[in-house]
């Protein structure tokens, strides 16, 4: 593996991390969509919102990032996603734009258009923002449709897109797969579940807690349903692979062949899956710390499955219209130059890990109480 | 027109109102962070209760802008995408990579520190909240840094090399990037003008509470922090907007001709103070450009180029050429960039014709480690952009609009310097009370500053037309073609929705203010 393959492997695993990261911390979105379900009065709701609303902005900052990163690192992929499914993004950016502002206005007087209307777009938020992250994220399996020229620059006159849609629909068609649906589907579980035993955790409040508890295994049964109906479409599902001339092929079951030529990515998806049960129960056995374990069990699985998707040549944009516009890790990346530039930033990643987690730590060292929820000090 | 043109008109429309709405809320964020930390510096040393509780209050003023800031900040990064996405192939390369440090860097900071900010009063030791202040200020302001980096090389492209294969222009050193003159001078001018802003909105809402007689002692307080931080960075920001001027000459000769309304390009040209232009087809020339003007002579040269003798280029000089002053035309541009176009197309040709010699030929062209490749790199692909353009005329952007934009911008920040030195030193003597003309004016200066801060990126983006990046990639070639229909759909849904967050935000600072300090959060 030379410097360029080894930075483009490097900057997958980056941007299969962030995704992981993003997964997990969409539990902000999950503990919204629920927000009536736990929350059954002003004052629950309240204690609700306000522990989301502290992680609101990481989660928001950590979609940011994983958009900035794919921007830099595989801009071909930026530009052929985003300007042809721009319906689904369009989507996705309007239910997070309403997210941001509903945490800040929700409670203040003189909001314009009332607490409820706050809290509902915090709820569609919750659920869409989840389920449409959920489908984008599945195309990377299932494929797309575009067309890829480069070349078509040249065309003064004409028609000089790169990157050309031939649905037009815009994005919208990947809501006729329905493997982006089971993908959708197990996302948004798995917010739900991942808040509620966010709730367990930081929430001092027996009736919140019980009422968690109790609810965690109904977001626990249709994740995992529609998570195995997803892996086992993908595992025994075709795929697209570069040759090393750069052609692409279409390989049967080509996701498992990935796990069986790279055992440690199976391993580490088998550990995440296995950490993500081993939270549920402990979770419904009424573990203040299943959060830990369903949240490393996200990580993990989250981690495993896009590694899957854009290492062993694998295209992890698989073109439906035209198989050799397939996306590649090799094909889309930035220039060796900029990858590895960029490589030294990352390196303050860790670092910046580290102060996330010690503020996360003295945040949530005291767990929010209803009294809390009555003070007048700043609340969401 | 078709319907590519008008999508790119929506494009522009769409991105044009989503950064303006956006800017009506980041630099008071940019600002305002930084008096809060230093309020907070101040109540740290010396325990004084009334500075915390001022500290609160500007920092819930702070929360509300801060979150639609965001909120409208992370659709501009996508539509580099959706919007973009020839832009995005085509630069992804060079322009990604701030974008992403950003993230890296300054995001995170600001996100997890604003949380302490906010709600860690009680849950974290006075040192860590008032480091978390602090972080949160550095983070909003180096997350300026990278955008603004990522926005001056659209309007100085360099640091980069175009490579054949890729079909792409690719980063060769982040240094020529980083520190480019014209992103020095936009991160400089950018963030000293925002911090005069955020201090007028302090002066502004504190001479509010003195004209009702309310929370006397933090206002008169806010005031001292205010108009001395406002002076400061209003000096700074004229200071920096000088060297502006000299930068748009020497990188963006077209933007300066258009902000003067300079058509014949002069030595010891002056600079127009005021003046009322004539309408476009009037226009050819300095004898009929406008109706009157006021001129100081010979200082658009002393800005430009530090000489009262230099030749400052107009726009007649710019499409026609001017041999004696070195300055080529736009029609000799656009054949060589036509050629370098050409010599594209024909590498397309050659590689679905499977004719690898022509390629290989094509290929030396583009390699800048020969001689061959060196010149034609030079003297015909540096013009690339010029290949899509069909005629002169398009390369001038809109006069009109970058000449009062640039008076509404220098006019509003010399004022807001005479305007922050009276209210500092009437404070001071404390006899600002007593003059409530003045407390009035300061108020009514707030929606004049937002008009020079918008007015300030109307000269920057409108002044770049048509490049999407200067003279490599004209906005038509950068664009998506999704179609008019769904980006004029997508203009509106914003339109309408920036407008009813923006009436929310508003109604809720006016209410805000009219509570006070004490509880802010308290609902009605």
Known sequence: MDTLQLLQHYWWFVISLLGALLVFLLFVQGGQGILYAIGRDERERTMIVNVLGRKWETTFTTLVTFGGAFFASFPLFYSTSFGGACYVWFAILLVFVIQAVAYEFRRKPSNLLGERTYEAFLQINGIAGALLLGVAVATLFTGADFTVDRLNIADAGGNTAISRWTSPWHGLEALADWRNWALGLAVLFLSRLLALHYFMNTIDDETIFERSRRRSLCAAMPMVVSLLLFLGAILLSEGHRAEADGTIVVEPMLYLHNFAAMPYLAVTLAAGVGAVLWGIWRGWRGSRKAIWWSGAGTVMTVLALLLSAGWNSTAYYPSLADAQSSLTIASSSSSEFTLRTMAYVSIAVPFVVGYIWWTWRAMNSRRMTRSEAEGDEHLY | ?524
């Open chain 2, 1 to 524: 027109m078709n319907d590519f043109l008008q999508t790119v008109d929506w494009s522009r429309a769409q991105f044009a109102l989503t950064a303006v709405y956006h800017w009506l809320f980041v630099p008071l964020t940019l600002g305002l962070s930084v008096m809060i930390a230093i309020m907070e510096t101040r109540y740290y040393r010396t325990g004084d209760e009334e500075l915390k509780r001022m500290t609160k209050f500007w920092m819930r003023i702070f929360g509300i802008n801060f979150a639609i800031g965001v909120a409208t900040g992370i659709i501009l990064e996508f539509e580099f995408g959706t919007n973009w996405s020839n832009y995005s192939h085509f630069v992804g390369d060079i322009f990604g990579a701030p974008l992403a440090i950003e993230g890296i860097m300054a995001f995170f900071m600001e996100s997890t520190f604003i949380a302490v900010m906010f709600f860690g009063w009680d849950r974290v030791s006075r040192r860590f909240h008032l480091a978390a202040t602090w972080l949160t200020a550095i983070g909003a302001n180096l997350s300026a840094l990278w955008i603004l980096v990522a926005n001056a090389w659209m309007q100085y492209p360099t640091g980069c090399t175009f490579n054949l294969d890729t079909v792409r222009n690719e980063m060769t050193s982040f240094g020529d990037v980083l520190l480019s003159p014209v992103a020095v001078d936009k991160f400089t001018h950018t963030v000293t003008s925002s911090f005069a802003l955020a201090a007028v909105v302090v002066v502004a809402i504190s001479a509010w509470y003195l004209l009702h007689g309310r929370e006397r002692l933090l206002a008169k307080r806010s005031i001292a922090l205010a108009s001395v931080f406002g002076l400061i960075f209003s000096l700074a920001a004229a200071l920096t907007g000088d060297r502006s001027g000299a930068v748009v000459a020497r990188y963006q000769p077209m933007k300066l001709a258009a902000m003067e309304g300079l058509y014949d390009g002069e030595r010891g040209a002056g600079l127009t103070v005021i003046g009322l232009l004539r309408c476009e087809e009037s226009r050819s020339s300095n004898s009929d450009a406008f109706h009157f003007k006021i001129e100081i002579p010979k200082m658009l040269s002393v800005m430009s180029y530090r000489d009262s003798e230099a030749y400052v280029a107009g726009i007649n000089d710019l499409l026609a050429g001017n041999p004696d002053e070195g300055i080529m035309s736009a029609g000799e541009k656009m054949r060589r960039g036509r050629e370098a176009v050409a010599e594209l197309e024909r590498f397309r040709q050659a590689r679905d014709a499977g004719d690898e010699r022509t390629m290989e030929e094509i290929r030396r062209k583009f390699d800048p480690s020969t001689e061959e490749g060196e010149s034609f790199l030079r003297e015909y692909f540096a013009y690339f952009g010029y290949g899509y353009i069909t005629s002169p005329e398009e390369l001038v952007p809109d006069v009109p609009l970058l000449f009062y934009s640039f008076r509404v911008m220098v006019g509003v920040g010399t004022l807001m310097i005479v305007l922050f030195a009276i209210v500092w030193w009437l404070n001071r003597r404390d006899r600002l009370e007593r003059r409530r003309w003045l407390l009035w004016i300061a108020i009514m200066a707030v929606p004049l500053a937002y008009m020079a801060s918008q007015a300030g990126w109307i000269i920057a983006e409108v002044g770049r037309q048509p490049w999407a990046i200067q003279g490599m990639m004209p906005v038509s070639v950068a664009a998506t073609d999704i179609g008019s229909a769904s980006v004029a759909t997508t203009f509106f849904i914003f339109l309408a929705l920036f407008t009813l967050l923006l009436a929310a935000e508003l109604r809720i600072m006016f209410k805000q203010i009219k509570i006070g300090p004490d509880k802010g959060d308290d609902k009605e």
